[in-house]
């Protein structure tokens, strides 16, 4: 739809960039590194890890594999941490 601003990433992107920069936090892992081995820019990849952009999930799954994260494991962490705090 011409001129229709995309929604702003929710509570499940913010939790699912917080488990990737955790990850990646824990391993010294860099995010240039990173983003190059799944075929995105530095600039992209901070905006996902930040939360800023929401996640393609094909991307998230390379971004998974990269880490060596289950993507299902990642996906079910994000969305119970995302409704836990919805409902505390």
């Known amino acids: 739809m011409p001129g229709a601003s995309k929604a702003e990433p929710g ?3 913010r939790e699912l960039a917080a488990i ?3 990850k ?3 391993d010294n892992v860099s995010v240039t590194n990173l983003a190059a081995s799944v075929n995105v820019s530095r ?3 901070s905006k996902l890890l930040s939360g ?4 393609d999930l094909e991307l998230l799954d390379d971004i998974c594999q ?3 994260l289950s993507f299902i494991d990642t996906l079910v ?3 119970a941490e995302s409704t836990a705090r919805k409902l505390g």
């Open 24 to 26: 990646i936090a824990r």
């Open 43 to 45: 600039p992209q990849m």
């Open 11 to 13: 509570a499940l992107t």
């Open 77 to 79: 962490e994000a969305d």
């Open 52 to 55: 800023q952009k929401q996640f």
């Open 20 to 22: 990737l920069r955790a």
């Open 66 to 68: 990269a880490l060596g």
